[in-house]
């Protein structure tokens, strides 16, 4: 197994690209195909973009995030450490990760071949939730709970648990208090801990006051995007409360039990979890749409123009987890985090299944210290198709419950009805569309609109842990290219099972899996006639006339 | 609309009633409030009932009073196997009282009966707290289907009689045909 990586920043790489030439133009010769500036890549929207614009997971690491995790509270409360030395510590803190980062690598490929499917025990260990009887809860003195592949905990600044992943919070109150004790330890210091390399564990810890967010992970992820998870999680959790909410609390109350304002909850944490491990969208930091042809897409996305109400900020079309179509208020941006958030609230509950739901949501990345109000529903019964209505009146369920009915009546009309039902029958199209025998999967990333495309996992990913794996791998390519201190622009990696290849540009990020046979040559052609077939399936594939009210 | 504690089992009491199925595994808690229609023929008349069903969590209470002033009727549920959710009652009362209509339709509900053997309030102390308040008061089992229709039917009969408001028809007397109509839940019960 080896990795061939190119460090690529201007003209410092020594030559041997992946594409011809690559490193030594300017940016826009990226691409095969002229002119693909950001803006132009296929799958970028003509008339600007509907998510507020965002380069992947840097946006969460932006000063603004990253900042207040490398604070300590004594600068956060104006006492102590100017902003110079704080500035240096948090320096030398990410100079100091990163060494541990290529640690934790070199660990990784010892512990890569093949021995994963030993090392893991499947990762089902389903929440029944049951008020009566208190959670079924794991034991967490078991090896079994031990050998879950990624633990997940958040406590308060207190040290009380406020959720675990696996086993109960009152069982690992102990732990946490460790935790809290780390955290607080080095913080004395005025100092801040990130993360904890050790025996093929990565221990990540996220500040995030007045909560503190810990990730014991044996993946392949890098100690940054655990941290990305980790935050998610975070922004799950303000969903539920606002971030205004959550500082009162603990300003009234430092030593407040935050489960009982979660209560019902956990579900939704846990399913982000499971679909974070899933679901390409998240580390994309992008939103699939639902291949669809554009003629019935624009006259969904009318429809859904035409039922507006005054209250009405975003109205949202899906299906599964992919997007159908999205219209918001002129001057509105939807952020693609808080509308991962919005898909994992949908799918990981089945009580939106009947009837209408009406629900505060705050939407952190929008607004984090205020509720809107959802409207969600499923258009039919049998039909995976979820309309979810964003309000700012609370008081306005049955206008923006007419808005649905108005909707439903208009798509009949346009007699799109059909047709979107028959899209709905293959919501994934197969990779053998594109006509590239060694091809076995991609992910195809528009900056500027934040919309990626991907083919259905085929064979030979059949498997969960299988699938798993892919994404896996998928993973720890976007890591190396997104490393902050030593970013990537081309990576081919060779494996015994199959090959990956990754592209990041200004426009576009595209990562393709092909046949373990297949040579960097045919990668390189192949990367050439996929991006063809990208921007001529493109109208199908994105959402390029995005609408508003 | 639908009331009471999270986990006294107000979805599943609404699922029993609209679609005559109970919804056995896992807990799913309600997100929000949820609004869901069924028609009913009462006395040969149609009355067709919009059902909120509302999630009993402390974070979801804003919605809920929100919406409290439009309903016309309330079904209170506690869980006859968990005393907190009986004790919790006298809050929901008074949160009744500040938020829904002054002449707002109300019931009792003691669900889960069918778990006789978890049984910590007992019939007597259900019966008594809502005598104290005089609200109509029956025990009800979503998984057995208990009384069920029965509350709803109760409901949907005094709704009916006071909107039609017929001038030679005797008052409808919801307590009376509560009590009339009311099965218990033992075997050894009249």
Redesign the interface.
Known sequence: MAADVQAGRGGEEPGGGLAPGDGQHGERADSPTPGLAQGTEPGAGQEGAMFVHTRSYEDLTSPEDGGAAARSPEERRGEAAGPSSMEQISKDFSELSTQLTGMALDLEEEMRPGKEGKLEPAPQA???????SGKEEEDVTMDAWRMHRKHVFVLSEAGKPVYSRYGSEEALSSTMGVMMALVSFLEADKNAIRSIHADGYKVVFVRRSPLVLVAVARTRQSEQEIAHELLYIYYQILS??TWTQLNHIFQQKQNYDLR??????E?ITDNLLDLMAHDPSFLMGAVRCLPLAASVRDAVSTSLQQAKAKSLVFSILLSGNQLVSLVRKKDQFLHPIDLHLLFN?ISS????R???????ICLPKFNSSGFF??H?SYLEQEMDLCLLLVSTD??D?FTV?DCKRRFQERLRRRGVHHALQEALRTPFYSVAQVGIPDLRHFIYKSKSSGLFTSPEIEAPYVREEEKERLLGLYQYLHSRAHNSSRPLKNIYFTGPRENLLAWVTSAFELYICYSPLGTKAGAISAVNKLMKWIRKEEDRLFILTPQTY | MLVGDSGVGKTCLLVRFKDGAFLAGSFISTVGIDFRNKVLTVDGVKVKLQIWDTAGQERFRSVTHAYYRDAHALLLLYDVTNKASFDNIQAWLTEIHEYAQQDVVLMLLGNKVDSAQDRVVKREDGEKLAKEYGVPFMETSAKSGLNVDLAFTAIAKELKHRSMKLPNEPKFKLHDYVKKEVRGSGCCRS
Do not use: M
Request: no cysteine.
């Open positions: 389903a929440r029944h939730d049951s008020v009566l539920l409360l009982r304002l979660l209560a019902g909850s579900r609230l509950s089945s009580s939106f009947e009837g209408e739901a009406w629900t505060p109000h959802a969600i609370r008081e369920f419950s």
